[in-house]
């Protein structure tokens, strides 16, 4: 069966642009979720989905960061004006039961 | 943001041995999951576990959920060369208000020398 997929895999945009990173979930699974992960760090949690309500975005780091699952399945985190700070692998995952979550082979996202 | 305390923060074995790793938190959790990743991979879960004091197995890697809820360990026995990669823990409270929210560890860099 087909895993969680993301996409783009890498993205490399200018300071200032915006940027749209897409989220495929597992089919049938409930919960979606947003991780950011450094290099040399574990997934930091940013926000998550039951179904198309956002239930939690403490982890977003500003109001330049935004996430939607109109549907409740396919997610958009939406990061407007990039800054250089935000390159970062941008990680999705779904569940069914809130803990064990899947995770999807990422978008590497550079800014310039 | 919290992270979890996970070590060693790297190890070098030889084929054969065991391992061991472990992580720790200033908080409680009710569930707490070891994960594997691979380069150019997303984190793939290994063992989940759900009850205090709880031992898991799962073919050559056993996992224990610490009784304070605090603390857990994983380990592998008898390494193969393609253990090798980051092994990060993670720390769930499935129905509380972060319901969902996992708080991950740094990770443990494994390598195997065949």
């Known amino acids: 069966g087909a895993g969680v997929s993301q996409s783009p895999r890498y993205k490399v945009t200018k300071r200032g642009q915006d940027v749209a990173l897409r989220c495929d979930p597992i089919?049938?699974?409930?919960?979606l979720y947003w991780y950011r992960q450094a290099l040399g760090q574990g997934p930091e949690f940013l926000t998550y989905f039951n179904y198309e309500a956002q239930q939690d975005k403490s982890g977003l780091p500003n109001d330049r960061f935004s996430a939607e699952r109109p549907e409740g399945s396919i997610s958009t985190l939406t990061i407007q004006r990039t800054e250089q700070r935000d390159s970062a692998m941008y990680r999705c995952a779904s569940s069914t039961n809130g803990n064990e979550q899947f995770f999807g082979p990422g978008t590497r996202l550079t800014v310039l | 943001g919290q992270q979890l305390n996970q070590s060693p923060q790297s190890m070098f074995i030889q084929e054969g041995e065991d391992v061991s790793m472990n992580c720790t938190s200033s908080s409680i959790f009710n569930t707490w999951l070891w994960y594997k990743q691979e380069p150019g991979e997303g984190p793939v879960l290994l063992i989940a576990l759900y009850k205090a004091g709880e031992l898991t197995s799962n073919g050559r890697l056993t996992a224990q959920f610490g009784i304070t809820r605090k603390d857990s360990f994983l380990n592998i026995s008898a390494s193969i060369p393609s253990d090798v990669g980051i092994y990060f823990c993670?720390?769930?409270?499935?129905?509380?208000?972060?319901?969902?929210?996992?708080?991950f560890g740094q990770g443990t860099i494994l390598t195997v020398h065949p």
């Open positions: 089919s049938g699974h409930v919960s």
């Open positions: 993670a720390g769930g409270n499935a129905g509380g208000t972060s319901y969902g929210k996992l708080t």
